[in-house]
């Protein structure tokens, strides 16, 4: 089978952040204006390293079915994993708060 350019990783790094900042309006009710273009590019960073596993998985697979379950399952854990980074980051903030003296 014909192999996925690691191009497409720079474009599940941008997906990232855009769903980064959709989570947060859905959880906070509000758009993220003060996180930092330093934050936007860990995002961009962990959505590119996440792309990266992607596409090597999907290269790996023989068959069309297997790359479309490799893909549904990455389609299922991106969500979970932005909510997960997400309510880490609402978690540190509130005990960095509450551990100031």
Do not use: C, H
């Amino acid at each position: 089978m014909k192999t996925i350019s690691l191009f497409w990783t720079a474009l599940v790094g941008l997906l990232t952040i855009a769903g980064q900042v959709i989570w947060f309006f859905l959880r906070f009710g509000a758009w993220n204006a003060e996180a930092t273009p330093g934050e936007f590019f860990i995002f961009f960073l962990a959505g590119g390293l996440g792309g990266w596993l992607l596409i090597a998985f999907l290269n790996r697979q023989a068959s069309m079915r297997q790359r479309w379950a490799v893909l549904v399952a990455f389609l299922i854990a991106s969500p979970v994993a932005l909510f997960v980074m997400i309510l880490s980051a609402d978690y540190l903030a509130r005990w960095a708060f509450w551990a100031r003296p």
